[in-house]
């Protein structure tokens, strides 16, 4: 008993510890002014309390009481969701819509970073085994009650089973094993790590899903799964926990949820939450798509992009918004590389022979990185709202690297690795050793003008090397298909989300055979390579999530970081500094750097 003691309250002295460092490096969120000098401290409301309504476990908000009625609507860039099944969502909007449809057990605190209790009412961790305790007498939009058997089913047979995206289950691997669950009663139930596990609890996040409804299209199989619950679904049919249930898809133009009321959060009043009768998503096109909307008042929200700020934030003390400045983006923008060595079932390699041969050439991979203008890009692209990056990790993370300074473009060291690994250049055009013109293909998703503009400025980086760039702006299910299916591809510049706290989030980019590790994925390949540098990336994320401490945690998530710097299979760019304006109109807004501006939509209410 004193053991398990002793390392429950060694959890919570790493717990603090972790939460210290969060305080120390997570700056809070500010309202821009005029003259982007004086700032206004947000001032957040208390966490939530656990309350018992007439026999139920509600949560409830401690924010100020607003207004019931009315609607936010905001945009989205693209051609919209893909999906609505939260356990299959593999881009950044379907990612978002599924999470207003579903929540998990768990949530992170969008102010300290600290894990907390959503569907669950509350978690203890004794030793190996994490015991959650779920809310009772909360419900499913259908009326069915949630419970331990919901819960069982969406980690038995979603998750360790790989359905959908597979991610979750890869983080969860321990040792090559995935942890035991057992039900206790209705509403309790308790996973077992095989070792202690730092990252474990924020793995609970996951949505819980309806067993009743999900479980006819699971037992039927991948391919049956994948196409559960598609932009094509009855909205009327969805059975879903969240806030706010699906209202209403129109194709390539909106995505309307409504009201749940039967959401298990409530005021201090002891209302029922949300505030707001409907959540509207207007599919547009492209950023110029996005910006006339706003100023038209066709969207109550517009995230600034760096030529847009000083007009925005200048006219904001006559305007009716508001503009936030939210800090680093959390997510990464780079240049992926593409060194998959393997072939298809048929003997075709998935890059040509003679392309492997420079893209597998690390003197060449460092060649490119020398030739990137990132100075160029802060100013031309973001417009000095933003911050070059060299580092996997994003610039708030709290295990960034500090060490890794990167340099300046410099073409003419450039040309000196070309040069050491036998490239030639004749009246202008680049060679290999073998006389082959150096000439390849770069991706990326078409309508998003910032990775569109990127691409024009790495295709004349490049091509002042010597080099051919044939730049393929593609749709983005097209390109998703090439980077995880085909393998057809040969560059590809793209984003992906992060958690500023939790480097074993990125586990399946950065794991050999991990479902986003883009730059030399195997499934279904022959012949496949793995560089040596990929086992040490295998090796540190094997071992750093057995570490319980940051202080041990952290050289190994610096190392990976640096093997990830000097081999460049992905090259990073620049992190965007996220500033946001909003209607004036609503209130309790409290945004931070962990949640950005929205993660409350429960509370959001318009003021009167």
Not at 39 to 54: A, C, G, T, V, Y
Not at 100 to 127: C, H, M, N, R, W
């Amino acid at each position: 008993m004193k053991r398990i003691l002793g390392i429950f309250l060694l959890i919570i002295f790493i717990c603090l510890l972790c939460v210290s460092c969060i305080h120390r490096d997570i700056e809070p969120v500010n309202s821009l002014t005029d003259n982007h000098a004086k700032k206004e401290l947000i001032q957040f409301p208390q966490h939530e309390k656990n309350i018992i309504l007439n026999g139920s476990d509600y949560l409830q908000s401690q924010a100020p009481i607003g207004n019931f009625g009315g609607e936010l609507i905001i945009s989205t860039i693209g051609e919209g969701p893909k999906t609505f099944n939260p356990c299959n969502t593999k881009d950044a909007t379907s990612s978002a819509m599924a999470g207003i449809l579903y929540d998990g057990l768990l949530t992170t605190d969008s102010q300290t970073g600290e894990v907390k209790p959503l569907l669950a009412k509350s978690f203890e961790i004794k030793g190996n085994d994490y015991i959650i305790n779920l809310r009772k007498g909360i419900n499913w939009t259908d009326g069915k009650p949630i419970t331990a058997n919901d819960v069982i089913y969406t980690y038995k047979e979603i998750v360790f089973k790989g359905l959908g995206n597979p991610s979750t289950m890869d983080a969860m691997m321990i040792d090559g094993k995935l942890p035991e669950l057992e039900k206790i009663d209705e509403y309790t139930v308790k996973f077992t790590t095989s070792r202690p596990f730092a990252p474990f609890l924020r793995q609970l996040t996951y949505p819980i899903v309806p067993k009743h409804y999900f479980k006819p299209y699971s037992d039927k199989g991948t391919s049956v799964f994948n196409t559960f619950l598609s932009p094509n679904t009855n909205p009327k049919t969805i059975v879903s926990s969240g806030a706010f249930k699906l209202k209403e898809y129109v194709a390539a133009q909106r995505v309307v949820f409504e009201r749940n009321p039967n959401y298990y959060k409530v005021n201090l009043k002891n209302e029922k939450l949300p505030y707001l009768d409907k959540v509207v998503y207007l599919i547009v096109g492209d950023t110029n798509n996005e910006i006339l909307k706003f100023e038209a008042k066709e969207i109550d929200v517009l995230s600034l992009r760096g030529d847009n700020v000083a007009r925005y934030t200048s006219k904001e003390s006559i305007s009716d918004y508001k503009v936030y400045n939210i800090g680093a983006d959390t997510g990464t923008m780079f240049l992926a590389i593409n060194l998959n060595k393997g072939k298809d079932k048929n003997g075709k390699p998935f890059v040509t022979t003679v392309k492997q041969n420079w893209f597998g050439d690390k003197n060449f991979r460092t060649a490119i990185d020398w030739a990137i203008d990132r100075k160029g890009m802060v100013q031309n692209i973001a417009f000095g709202v933003a911050e070059p990056l060299f580092t996997a990790e994003s610039l708030n993370s709290i295990y960034l690297n500090k060490t890794i300074k990167g340099h300046p473009e410099d073409k003419n060291i450039s040309k000196l690795y070309l040069e050491h690994a036998g490239f030639v250049l004749k009246q202008g055009k680049l060679y290999d050793k073998q006389g082959n013109r150096v000439e390849f293909d770069l991706y990326t998703n078409a309508g998003n003008l910032e990775r569109e503009s990127i691409g024009v400025m790495l295709k004349q980086d490049l091509e002042d090397l010597g080099m051919k760039v044939n730049f393929k702006p593609v749709e983005f299910n097209s390109l998703v298909n090439k980077l995880t299916n085909t393998y057809d591809w040969d560059m590809v510049i793209m984003g992906l989300t992060g958690s500023p706290l939790e480097p074993h989030d990125g586990k399946n980019v950065w794991k050999t055979g991990g479902s986003l590790h883009l730059f030399n994925m195997n499934t279904n390949s022959t012949s496949h390579y793995t560089y040596p540098w990929e086992t040490e990336l295998d090796n540190i994320f094997e071992q750093a999530p057995l570490k319980l401490s940051y202080e041990d945690r952290k050289p190994l998530y610096d190392k990976y970081q640096q093997i990830i710097y000097d081999e460049k299979p992905i090259i990073y760019l620049y992190s965007p500094i996220r500033i946001t304006a909003i209607r004036k109109k609503f209130g309790n807004i409290f945004p931070t750097s962990l949640g950005g501006l929205l993660y409350n939509l429960d509370e959001v209410y318009i003021k009167k």
